[in-house]
């Protein structure tokens, strides 16, 4: 069983940045691919990024390709979202999930684990 919690999310300014966080537990985390996906009021929840469990290999959503990072720290159980140059249309809850097969898939249906969601807020 792994257990995801994501904090950083907040209220910044259009072209401003934050950092996201996904503390995880469970052992073998590490060998788990992970992913951040986000979900806008009246829309689906849709992909942003994805992490292979070795960290080699990433996978990202045009929309934020060239301004959204994924990384992680396989040591502290941790997964992050370095988000730069903000957009209102950023504007979601950001979801951390946990995929066993480690695929660093874009498909929601893949993912065995979910956080709870932090609330990011872009203004204009």
């Known amino acids: 069983q792994v257990q995801l919690v994501e904090s950083g999310g907040g209220l910044v300014q259009a072209g401003g940045s934050l950092r996201l966080s996904c503390a995880t537990s469970g052992r073998t985390f590490g060998a788990y691919a992970a992913g951040w996906f986000r979900q806008a009021p009246g829309k689906e929840r849709e992909f942003v990024a994805a992490?292979?469990?070795?960290?080699?290999?990433?996978n990202y959503a045009d929309s934020v390709k060239d301004r959204f990072t994924i990384s992680r720290n396989n040591a502290r159980n941790t997964v992050f979202l370095q988000m730069n140059a903000l957009k209102p249309e950023d504007t979601a809850v950001y979801y951390c999930a946990a995929d066993r097969l480690g695929t660093a898939s874009q498909a929601p249906a893949d993912y065995d684990y979910w956080g709870q969601g932090t609330q990011v807020t872009v203004s204009s």
């Open positions: 992490i292979a469990w070795s960290g080699a290999n990433t």
